[in-house]
């Protein structure tokens, strides 16, 4: 079993600065692409940013040049650095990541996401 578990979430002015962090943990082979997700109220799932292997990133025009996207492969951790957070950021943001799951002499590829984190930009 592979389990996704999320930190870093909370209140925070407009303006203000918040970091998220999501580690993988589990039966785990390898770790392709990783990214953060986020859904506001009666608003459906959208991309944030993603992360390959390599470190090749990608991030929805709403979050340019103030989010960014890292991630440590030693541990299995994937990073939001977020910015000049303002008001429309306010959601509930996941971490994905497509993972090579050990499964007794098989590799299975499975795409896993965590249980979500709360951010809210309120003055």
């Known amino acids: 079993q592979v389990q996704l578990v999320e930190s870093g979430g909370g209140l925070v002015q407009p303006g203000g600065s918040l970091r998220l962090s999501c580690a993988a943990s589990g039966s785990i082979f390898s770790i392709n692409a990783m990214g953060w997700y986020r859904q506001a109220p009666g608003k459906q799932r959208e991309l944030v940013a993603t992360i390959t292997s390599g470190g090749r990133t990608n991030y929805a025009d709403s979050v340019k040049g103030r989010f960014t996207i890292s991630r440590d492969n030693a541990k299995n951790t994937v990073y939001l650095q977020m910015n000049s957070l303002k008001p429309e950021d306010t959601a509930v943001y996941y971490c994905?990541?497509?993972?090579?799951?050990?499964?007794?002499?098989?590799?299975?590829?499975?795409?896993?996401w965590g249980q979500g984190t709360q951010v809210t930009v309120s003055s």
């Open positions: 994905n990541a497509d993972i090579l799951v050990v499964a007794g002499t098989q590799l299975n590829r499975r795409d896993y």
